[in-house]
């Protein structure tokens, strides 16, 4: 499985990461680099198997659905990079 | 020297008042200014905090409330957030993040009274081998190779605290693993660094890279430095839900416990074609120590042992590709506007971080997408189900394991640079065990040809540290390791 240029174009919108034409080249050459050799995976026989989904072997805890946090608004808010009063500022999303 | 000391002799030198914590932290924060601009270890250095947390030490230590790490000067790996003190995860992206929070692990080293000199440089978003990524520049490793000032790579991610503790800038240093960016590290600097137990250490507060595998550790010039470190990380805490509620045993003591009658493993996968020679007869050296101290040393396989790199190469790009879709320029970190929300978004990334995160979320992204999620990522997580149960079974028959830590000593800044996989490889005896959840720790057991020095690595049962610092205290008694990087505090 080999990628193509679309395809690396594809992968960069949907990580939303700008690419200009120059690393879209470079990256198509790794990323194929690094799919060629992960597909050794394909030889391990996992029929059966489980997947390990996390690093824990532990059943998740639960905890009551309570508030128990709040009224930060001003630590939240003071790495912002723009706000408007309480609340984060973004360039106009509908027209 | 007070840069000399390891932490458990300084602790009792500061109780039996032979110095001030004014003093101890003093000669640390006049080293760190002296060597980082040629080391460059760390990223923000916090010279007064660090007086000011000293002068409380000295009061503390008077009054007879002083914690055990009382006036004990740290460095902080850049991945753990800080209240008040930048944390910038080795990014552009976070270059002004400034939390308004402390993460659990180093808020509990403050709370025994820990002392912070800075934040120590790391590959961005922990995610190298070599701290070659970070965005604040490269770390120098302290060491050089016999007759040649060259400058070597410390190891990485963690590789500025590596770096701070071999210079004997700071006594001790936090760091993260999540593929053996501790235990490598450790190897590179001739230190010693434990990655604990998955779920040992709480993961709230530290920057997520892949949440399944990262977990918070230790760096010391002794093991037991190590163990004494660990002891104040580790434990509960309700705010991470994989942290696991047990109790948090006493490492140091632990670590006198010898290694009689215990069963270590040499696992055959490990001993691989081509492996250096050097590498392979320190391996030999120590299990002859372990034998020589009574312990009975087994044969074992773990047949899965060659696959964990591609599966951590799977899954841990799969988890960082959604971890870092939080950096976005609209709630904190760096923007770069655009016309629109979506170009804001691609801009505010595409200038925020570097290469090699971008080719890890691009990968990540590629394996989690329709139509290639069961090719990649759910056949990835099957092969780590089989490389746990290779662990699993393992521990049925033997107590620990011993493998060397890396396949080489430090390499040159620049080397491996153009082949992303070249790389990659350095954490090929590491990343199993980071992939099981298990224990692991590096201890430097000697020096190669070139006088540089080599680590072993000492993998445990999940939980059982204790078993993990026994071994690797012998192997540090044994291996009798006393040498010292030529750039050091005192040397420069």
């Avoid at chain 2, 002296?34 to 009061?59: H, K, S, V, W």
């Amino acid at each position: 499985m080999s990628l193509d240029p679309a395809t690396v174009r594809r992968i960069a919108k949907l990580a939303r990461i700008r690419l200009d034409d120059g690393e879209v080249s470079r990256l198509q050459g790794e990323l194929n680099g690094i799919l060629g050799w992960i597909e050794q995976l394909s030889e391990v026989d996992v029929e059966g198997v489980a997947p390990l989904t996390g690093g824990a072997r532990i059943a998740m805890r639960m905890r009551a659905d309570a508030v128990t946090d709040g009224g930060q608004a001003e630590k939240i808010l003071a790495n912002a990079p723009d706000r408007a009063g309480e609340f984060f500022a973004v360039p106009k999303v509908v027209e | 020297m007070l840069c000399d000391l390891s932490i458990l002799d300084a602790a009792a030198g500061l109780r039996r008042r032979d110095f001030s914590a004014r003093e101890l932290v003093g000669a640390h924060v006049d080293a760190v200014a002296a060597l980082n601009p040629r080391l460059n270890a760390f990223i923000t250095e916090t010279p007064e905090l660090a007086m000011r947390q000293a002068e409380a030490a000295d009061r503390a230590l008077a009054d007879g409330s002083a914690g055990p790490l009382a006036g004990i000067p740290l460095a902080i790996k850049d991945l753990f957030c800080t209240e008040g003190v930048r944390t910038t995860a080795g990014s552009r992206i976070l270059g002004n993040f400034v939390p308004p929070y402390e993460s659990t692990v180093s808020a509990q080293l403050l709370r025994d009274g820990a002392v912070f000199l800075g934040k120590a440089n790391l590959d961005e978003f922990a995610m190298g081998s070599s701290n070659m990524t970070s965005a604040y520049g490269s770390v120098q490793n302290p060491w050089q190779r016999r007759g040649s000032n060259v400058a070597l790579v410390p190891g990485g991610s963690s590789g500025g605290s590596a770096a701070s503790v071999a210079a004997r800038m700071a006594m001790g240093s936090t760091g993260t693993d999540t593929g053996g960016s501790i235990r490598q590290p450790a190897a590179f600097c001739g230190i010693a660094g434990i990655k604990p137990t998955y779920g040992r250490c709480s993961r709230w507060g530290i920057v997520a890279f892949a949440s399944s595998l990262d977990q918070a550790g230790a760096f010391g010039r002794s093991v037991a430095d190590c163990a004494l470190l660990l002891g104040s990380m580790a434990g509960f805490d309700p705010k991470d839900s994989t942290s696991v509620e047990r109790p948090v045993p006493d490492y140091v003591a632990a670590c006198k416990r010898g290694v009689r009658g215990l069963r270590i493993g040499v696992p055959a996968e490990y001993r691989m074609d081509g492996m250096n020679a050097e590498v392979e007869l320190l391996w030999q050296n120590g299990l002859g120590w372990l034998r020589e101290a009574g312990a009975e040393i087994v044969d074992v396989s773990l047949p899965h042992t060659k696959y964990g790199l591609a599966t951590y190469y799977i899954v841990a790009p799969a988890e960082a590709s959604s971890n870092l879709a939080r950096y976005d320029g609209v709630r904190f970190g760096m923007r770069q506007d655009g016309v629109d929300l979506i170009d804001l978004y691609e801009r505010t990334r595409a200038a925020g971080f570097g290469d090699e995160v971008k080719r890890r979320i691009m990968i990540g992204t590629y394996v989690l997408s329709a139509g290639y999620y069961d090719a990649y990522y759910l056949r990835a997580q099957k092969v780590r189900a089989l490389i746990l149960r290779d662990f699993t079974d393992v521990f049925g028959k033997v107590d620990a394991l011993l493998t060397p830590t890396a396949p080489t000593a430090a390499f040159a800044q620049g080397e491996k640079m153009d082949d992303p996989i070249a790389m990659y490889l350095n954490d090929v005896f590491t990343v199993p065990a980071s992939m099981a959840g298990v224990p692991g720790m590096s201890v430097p057991a000697g020096l190669d040809g070139q006088g540089l020095p080599l680590g072993l690595q000492v993998i445990g049962r999940p939980f059982d540290e204790e078993t993990v610092f026994a071994v690797s205290q012998v192997i540090e008694d044994s291996a009798g390791f006393g040498a010292r990087p030529q750039v050091r505090a005192g040397e420069e």
